[in-house]
Nanobody, 119 residues
Framework: QVQLVESGGGLVQAGDSLRLSCAAS????????LAWFRQAPGKEREFVSG????????YYADSMAVRSTISKDNAKNTVYLQMNSLKPEDTAIYYC????????????WGQGTQVTVSS
């Protein structure tokens, strides 16, 4: 099993930047990919960005492709999500999750970190 702890969220102003962190522990050798999801009040959870654990391939939702960068430090078992030019519609709880293999469900989830963007 993988344990995940998100951090870096907070209250920011529109146009500001944040870097979210997701620290993984436990069976990190079983991670195929790690991804960020977010869920805003009254909306369904949506994919934000993802990255392969052992490779460098990264993926972004269309709404985040220009404004965000996902990266990782395998030595620290940590994945980062740099978000720039934040908008009020980015307000959500951001979760990280791990996928054990391609085409498998994301089965380990963090507790989430709140991002609130004011105008």
């Amino acid at each position: 099993q993988v344990q995940l702890v998100e951090s870096g969220g907070g209250l920011v102003q529109a146009g500001d930047s944040l870097r979210l962190s997701c620290a993984a522990s436990g069976r990190t050798s079983g991670i195929y990919a790690l991804a960020w999801f977010r869920q805003a009040p009254g909306k369904e959870r949506e994919f934000v960005s993802g990255i392969l654990w052992s490779g460098d391939n990264s993926y972004y939702a269309d709404s985040m492709a220009v404004r965000s960068t996902i990266s990782k430090d395998n030595a620290k078992n940590t994945v980062y999500l740099q978000m720039n030019s934040l908008k009020p519609e980015d307000t959500a709880i951001y979760y990280c999750a791990t996928q054990p293999a391609v085409n498998k469900n994301f089965d380990s989830w963090g507790q989430g970190t709140q991002v609130t963007v004011s105008s």
